[in-house]
């Protein structure tokens, strides 16, 4: 173990510098005079992408396990098995000697235009916040660290180093840092990174209220915040705004930079200190494990094969799957032999080996006679002589189907999608097949949502089997075959078409500033506001059996805040086959001082049932399963009232509702001033208490002035206190001076003075 404050003590200021800037791409600065050792991290969403040459950026990286990407782990609703791909990973981790990997990445996919959505979990924070807990947990219960990213709003590629994003505070309380918090708080990541945009002006990097306030003082996080690789611009402001470490390294100009703004009394030796704690801290937590051997290679494909498995969503099927009694079945796409199996960019992994689809069927599908047809081009070129070849095997065939993968061009870290479609080839290619062979299977592999309304009318089932990591190819034969029976459901919503969106009028900005015009409202909360129909829903995924709801119940009819809530429902299979549902619980507040979402996610489950089985799912409510963040008390709220909870299998397919009524034990301070409105005067207990008096009379003396008979009385009633509701008091008693002892500011604030006890 590492003496910190030892150590610290000795190091001169350049050391100091340097410690806290990368020594290489990949890796921190050794100190060997002081017995510090130098740490290695590397890119790590989905596997160890860990570099031959940890001096170059651009190397080749060692071979490891492909894992499915966020968007398929995502939808597997199954925490315990992202928490084994964590372990997993990190044995990689330890067999490749990589000290720190980077992810999991929790940023909320605010448009499926996001070229690096596949990297992200979902649409909603809570789900995120779920996966990453388990994930990180994983990884860091062998002994690995983690990089949760990227902290904060990094929500699209346009402009990704300098866009600054919009956002007000509740929607970034609510929306945007959920995932973020729950991960720091139950997960306990090493580090955190920052994201390379602005926050309302500030770039990321440097803003204190992220880094500091909120991320390390608030939430109580311990462990070093670590830029995006280039994110950081001016490194005294970085680390005066929280970046510990800035990588990558070596940057001789930024140590430079911190050692004379040191002397020179513009940086604050303390603030260098406690970074240079933060990272002994980081490095004293590697040490403890031994790096290098090998891992098990074979374990970890099968694992990656039940993980694609699980996570790949059945959105159609009227009947065909499984595939039962076929003698002749074609197999028409080029990613049935090419796989598309994971995205570009930083998280691109050199897989241990990577299984063919058309192989896997074979293996799956013995006696049965195949046929192949390439479909279309790698690019999106059009070739109606691949159309032609696959009609014809189609409909020479029992069944066909049809591989279809986004080409690379349309979804990769650096820049986002243009548009939610296939290629043009591709849709021509499903609607020619479909039209001879009413038995067509579509097999997708994307990394987020396509739009279906010009072909899905016409298949008989679709596969959603994502980026789907090197050994998803036997998983969709495992879910073709019937093997394994389909269990996930979407982390996200698949729209009708790309202007129905929530931030359709709000992507991708101008003139340096994307606005969150959307604030709350993306995903589902978005469609459910606007009564919009889609695609698919959140949450959304068939399976080859049924499952019933019953005997839905809470664990307290009324209870308060701080004790929360447990939801209970039976859950019986019953159909004749084996299979796993995840039951969702939402929450709908009935009346809110401030607009909420129609529903939110607050609580899941994942059950596994035989045929005819019956268990019962327990999913517990928190306070901040009934809280919303007020932006003018600065903190989560709740209210006292009446809540449904919506008991469903996704966002559209609620089976059970009970209401319950909460007590909220909060005791907020007032915050009444002098523009206050008279709603906000008297909906305040305080405030009332004060100001109702003045007003009952101020309305006495209005229903006079009117002639005091009943019609006129009525018009008060409905047309001039809705008007003056609205109004601030202040101005309300303007109109009214020649009749009050004072102006009407000295009279308000005379009010003032007693609600906030000063009088």
Request: hydrophobic content about 40%; aromatic content about 8%; overall charge negative.
């Amino acid at each position: 173990m590492l003496d910190i404050e030892a150590i610290l003590s000795q190091m001169t200021l350049e050391e100091k510098a340097a410690f806290c800037t990368g020594a290489t791409p990949w890796s921190t600065l050794a100190i060997e005079r002081l017995g510090v050792p130098s740490i290695v991290m590397t890119d790590g969403p989905h596997g160890v992408r860990r570099a031959s040459d940890p001096n170059t950026l651009t190397a080749k990286s060692l071979p490891a396990t492909c894992f499915p990407t966020a968007s398929c782990s995502a939808s597997t609703w199954n925490p315990t098995l992202l928490q084994r791909m964590g372990e997993a990973m990190a044995e990689e981790a330890i067999a490749l000697k990589v000290d720190i990997l980077l992810g999991p990445g929790v940023n909320m996919k605010r448009s499926p235009l996001g070229g690096r959505n596949f990297e992200y979990f979902s649409e909603d924070p809570y789900l995120a916040g779920e996966m990453a807990v388990a994930l990180i947990n994983g990884i860091q219960s062998k002994g690995v660290g983690t990089s949760i990213k990227h902290y904060a709003a990094n929500n699209q590629e346009f402009e990704r180093f300098t866009i600054s994003a919009e956002v007000d505070e509740r929607t970034l309380r609510e929306i945007y840092l959920p995932a973020f918090e729950a991960a720091v708080k139950r997960a306990k990541p090493w580090t955190v990174m920052c994201a390379y945009n602005k926050v309302n002006g500030t770039f990321a990097s440097e803003h204190h209220q992220l880094l500091t306030e909120i991320l390390k003082e608030e939430w109580g996080f311990e462990g070093v915040v670590v830029s995006d690789w280039g994110a950081v611009r001016d490194r005294v402001k970085s680390l005066v705004g929280g970046v510990d470490l800035e990588m990558p390294g070596p940057k001789h100009a930024h140590v430079r930079a911190v050692v004379e703004a040191v002397k020179s009394g513009q940086l604050s030796e303390e603030v260098l200190n406690e970074s240079v704690r933060r990272m002994l801290r980081l490095v004293d937590k590697a040490m403890r494990t031994p790096k290098g051997g090998a891992f098990d290679v074979d374990a970890h494909h099968a694992l990656a094969r039940q993980i694609a498995a699980e996570g790949m969503v059945l959105l159609k099927n009227n009947g065909i799957l499984p595939l039962k009694d076929i003698r002749k079945a074609a197999v028409i796409g080029r990613s049935a032999r090419e796989p598309y199996f994971q995205g570009g960019g930083s998280s691109n992994i050199n897989p241990t080996r990577v299984d063919v689809p058309l192989d896997e069927l074979q293996k799956q599908g013995e006696g049965i006679q195949w046929t192949y047809a390439e479909g279309y081009a790698a690019d999106e070129s059009l070739h109606p002589e691949m159309i032609d070849e696959a009609v014809d095997i189609a409909r020479d065939a029992e069944v066909a189907l049809i591989f279809v993968a986004l080409p690379p061009s349309k979804e990769s870290e650096g820049y986002d999608r243009q548009d939610l479609d296939l290629s043009r080839q591709q849709v021509a290619l499903i609607q020619a097949v479909a039209k001879v062979q009413p038995n067509t299977v579509v097999i997708l592999n994307n990394g987020a949502p396509i739009v279906m309304s010009e072909w899905i009318d016409g298949v008989a089932a679709v596969l959603e089997a994502w980026m789907m990591g090197q050994a998803g190819a036997g998983a969709i034969a495992d879910i073709l075959f019937g093997k394994v029976n389909p269990s996930g459901k979407l982390a996200e919503t698949f729209p009708l078409r790309l202007a129905d969106t929530p931030a359709y009028l709000n992507w991708p900005g101008e003139a340096g500033k994307v606005r969150y015009g959307e604030g709350l409202y993306i995903g589902y909360r978005y469609y459910d506001a606007r009564e919009d129909a889609v695609l698919f829903p959140f949450g959304f995924g068939l399976s080859y059996t049924t499952f019933e709801y019953s005997n839905p119940r809470v664990s307290a009819q009324s209870f308060r805040d701080v004790d929360g809530v447990t939801v209970y429902v039976d859950v019986t299979n019953t159909g004749k086959v084996a299979g796993k549902e995840t039951v969702q619980v939402y929450v709908h507040d009935r009346q809110a001082s401030l607009s909420r979402p129609v529903k939110e996610l607050k609580g899941f489950a994942k059950v596994e049932l035989q045929p005819g089985e019956t268990k019962t799912v327990a999913i517990p409510l928190d306070f901040r399963a009934f809280a919303f963040y007020h932006p003018e008390y600065h903190q989560w709220v709740t209210e006292s009232g009446e809540f449904d909870i919506l008991i469903g299998a996704s966002s559209a397919d609620i089976r059970h509702t009970l209401t319950v009524t909460l007590e909220s034990t909060l005791e907020l301070p007032c915050i009444l001033d002098m523009e206050s409105t008279v709603r906000e005067w008297l909906a305040d207990p305080r405030g009332k208490a004060v100001f109702g008096p003045m007003f009952d009379q101020m309305r006495t003396q209005m229903a006079r002035m009117m002639g005091g008979d009943e019609a006129s009385n009525e018009m008060i009633g409905m047309d001039m206190m809705g008007f003056m509701m609205d109004m601030p008091v202040v101005s309300v008693l303007g109109f009214q001076e020649a009749n009050l002892p004072a102006p009407a500011e000295v009279v308000v604030a005379d009010l003032l003075a007693k609600v906030h006890g000063k009088a």
